[in-house]
């Protein structure tokens, strides 16, 4: 009798886990200032252990790229930053004390690109915990701007219990990319800058873009204080022919530049995909043609 309760407590637990409201995408320093002691809170710095250790918003638990994704430069016949294993993943964000129940806030620390805070965001997603998953506009230097306080002192984390599983068809592989023209609602994006687009500079040897995909630049997503416009976002993506209602589908060069692209998109409610291969995948296994 015990175990049939604490299995029904437990489905029922589920149930309401499942049905809670998602957390809000974006979300402010006024906004993480007055959820720091919030008890389900999971405040993420994505950057360098080096200015981790200077200086953090308190509360705060260090992740870098090489945590959540394979070495960019690969081994040869391999493929680089491509998610890790959804075994070594979950360890990993158990590791930073995320549990089903959290509400992870996660911000971009000092000199750190854009593409590789949103890349971890994006391994969040992969892990079913894409509606509880917010990013600080700004990132650190909107905290500082705002006079917020900072620590050097690492907090005292416990590991948390993930039971959530990779989300099924989030990660698009080359096939589907070659058939993205019989997916009319479908539109292929190309998050590198123009030049790797328009075929001025290459990429793995390859000059051009994927068939089919209309070009918006990772670099568009944030405005050179790194925070994001949605009015100027949403003219990005309305100025590249995309739909209301289109499912995003991004690549770049290697998988991090597609996901800041990929998480504009999502908070402009558009359904998302990410070619994880990317361009390394589409010209080194030669998965189709390259166009200007």
Not at 26 to 44: E, P, R
Not at 59 to 76: F, H, M, Y
Not at 89 to 117: C, M, N, Q, W
Not at 262 to 275: E, I
Request: aromatic share 8%; with cysteine.
């Amino acid at each position: 009798m015990k175990n049939l309760c604490a299995l029904l407590v437990f489905l029922f637990s589920s149930a309401l886990l499942a049905q809670a409201a998602p957390e809000p995408l974006l979300v402010d320093t006024a906004y993480v200032a007055s959820h720091l002691n919030d008890a389900d809170i999971v405040l993420i710095e994505a950057g360098s252990r080096q200015e981790y250790d200077r200086q953090h918003i308190p509360g705060a638990r260090l992740l870098t790229v090489e945590d959540i994704s394979t070495p960019a430069k690969a081994q040869p016949g391999q493929l680089g930053l491509e998610l890790l294993p959804a075994a070594t993943l979950r360890s990993r964000l158990e590791a930073a004390g995320i549990s089903d129940g959290s509400h992870i806030i996660v911000y971009s620390g000092k000199g750190e690109p854009f593409p590789l805070t949103t890349r971890i965001i994006f391994a969040l997603q992969y892990m079913g915990m894409g509606n509880r998953t917010s990013l600080l506009n700004g990132g650190l230097t909107a905290w500082l701007k705002d006079g917020k306080p900072v620590t050097a002192e690492p907090p005292k984390v416990m590991a948390g219990k993930l039971t959530r599983g990779p989300v099924e068809g989030l990660v698009a592989d080359a096939s589907l990319v070659r058939s993205i023209a019989d997916h009319p609602d479908y539109k292929l994006v190309d998050a590198r800058t123009p030049n790797f687009y328009n075929g001025a500079d290459a990429s793995f040897n390859g000059k051009g873009h994927i068939p089919g995909a209309v070009n918006i630049p990772f670099s568009e997503v944030t405005g050179s204080d790194s925070e994001i416009d949605l009015g100027h976002l949403k003219q990005v993506f309305a100025d590249a022919g995309v739909k209301p209602g289109e499912t995003i589908v991004t690549y770049c060069h290697l998988g991090a530049q597609a996901t800041a692209t990929l998480f504009g998109a999502r908070l402009l409610g558009y359904p998302v995909k990410l070619y994880d291969g990317s361009f390394q995948d589409w010209v080194t296994n030669h998965r189709g043609d390259v166009v200007k």
